[in-house]
Nanobody, 123 residues
C-alpha cells in the first residue's frame, strides 16, 4: 500500500521557520516528481512547490519564492519543504504529492497524496 506521510507542521510566530517532511512508503518515488500543495479554510488547494526526480529542477509559487525551499532525499524516499520568513497567510494544511515525470503546478499531475499537516502562523 502506497502511503505519503507528512510531518513537521505546527504553530509558529510570523517570521519563524518550519521544516516539513514527507515520507513515502509502499514503493519508491525516486523516478517521480514530487510536490507540496496547501489548502486554507474556505479556499482551493493551491500549488506551493515541486521538484524533479533528480532534484535538479524546482518550481515555486510566486507567493513563496525566496522563502520556501523544496528538496528530496531519494535514498530515504523523503521530500522536504523548508519554510522561512513565515507569514500569517501561509496558514493552511500542507499536502505532499507524488507522481508524474516532471514537476507540475497542476493537482491532476500527481497520483498519490498524503493526509496533510497543519501549519499555523500567528501574527
Amino acid at each position: 500500500q502506497v502511503q505519503l506521510v507528512e510531518s513537521g507542521g505546527g504553530l509558529v510566530q510570523a517570521g519563524g521557520s518550519l521544516r516539513l517532511s514527507c515520507a513515502a512508503s509502499g514503493r519508491t518515488f525516486s523516478s517521480d516528481a514530487m510536490g507540496w500543495f496547501r489548502q486554507a479554510p474556505g479556499k482551493e488547494r493551491e500549488f506551493v512547490a515541486a521538484i524533479s526526480w533528480s532534484g535538479v529542477i524546482t518550481d515555486y509559487a510566486d507567493s513563496v519564492k525566496g522563502r520556501f525551499a523544496i528538496s528530496r532525499d531519494n535514498a530515504k524516499n523523503t521530500v522536504y519543504l523548508q519554510m522561512n520568513s513565515l507569514k500569517p497567510e501561509d496558514t493552511a494544511v500542507y499536502y505532499c504529492a507524488a507522481g508524474g515525470v516532471t514537476p507540475s503546478q497542476a493537482r491532476h499531475a500527481y497520483d498519490y497524496w498524503g493526509q496533510g499537516t497543519q501549519v499555523t502562523v500567528s501574527s
